[in-house]
DNA sequence: CCCTGATTCGC
DNA sequence: GCGAATCAGG
């Protein structure tokens, strides 16, 4: 992998935004392992992982296990300010049997990684932006309590993510879907065929 | 089995 | 620095 700073940029897009790993690996054509080595070495804000390590190997397991002194404040951590469990958006919102998929072009952009669908952010808005790229900890989905009721844009994205250029499809989002009828034609496909392209 | 993210370690 | 292999939880 040819780490130019825009794949950096669009690690950094696709990370904040809260994309899987594999995810990211598979819109950028590399693997999973790649994104996650770059993301460790970038030093990104590590996502809850599903698993707890212990020491590993090397590491005294004494000075864990012989350790009994108190610890001081255990952590009152008031669940109203308790941290918020970042939600995890799933980019592809698709209906039973498809899912969104990386097409090389979604229409212009000629954007040296594919572009991709992304989840309904906070877009939506007559005054949409870029999603906020390289934030430390971005927040990738506020909840929307309640759906607009008139003219929904379009989420589909326009170019790199976390980059100047990047906006989204001006035109209007079908009734269900979260695209317009054109961009939704190219991001609904078998779920099946999404998993080797993605370059 | 599928998924996930983290770490290790040879390159 | 890179990323496959490996680990480990859901």
């Known amino acids: 992998?040819?780490?130019?700073?825009?794949?950096?940029?669009?690690?950094r897009g696709y990370w904040a935004e809260g994309h899987s790993t594999a995810e990211i690996?598979?819109?950028?054509?590399?693997?999973k392992n790649a994104v996650v080595g770059k993301a460790h070495r970038l030093v990104l804000p590590p996502r809850p992982s599903p698993i707890r390590r212990e020491p590993a190997s090397g590491t005294a397991p004494a000075a864990a296990a012989v350790a009994p002194v108190a610890q001081p404040a255990p952590q009152p951590a008031s669940p109203a300010t308790a941290?918020?469990?970042?939600?995890r958006p799933q980019?592809?919102?698709?209906?039973?049997?498809?899912?969104?998929?990386?097409?090389?072009?979604?229409?212009?952009?000629?954007?040296?990684?594919?572009?991709?669908?992304?989840?309904?952010?906070?877009?939506?808005?007559?005054?949409?932006?870029?999603a906020p790229p390289p934030p430390a900890r971005a927040m990738p989905a506020v909840v929307r309590p309640f759906p607009r009721s008139t003219s929904r844009s379009c989420c589909w994205p326009i170019g790199e993510p976390g980059t100047p250029g990047f906006r989204f499809c001006t035109a209007e989002a079908m009734g269900t879907k979260p695209y317009c009828a054109e961009h939704a034609a190219i991001a609904y496909v078998k779920v099946r065929d999404r998993r080797e392209d993605a370059a």
């Open 91 to 130: 980019p592809a919102p698709a209906p039973q049997p498809v899912a969104a998929q990386p097409p090389p072009a979604p229409r212009p952009a000629p954007a040296p990684v594919a572009p991709r669908p992304a989840p309904p952010p906070v877009a939506a808005a007559p005054a949409r932006k870029p």
């Open 1 to 11: 992998m040819d780490w130019t700073p825009e794949a950096i940029e669009a690690l």
């Open 25 to 31: 690996g598979r819109r950028m054509g590399i693997s």
């Open 83 to 87: 941290t918020p469990p970042a939600p």
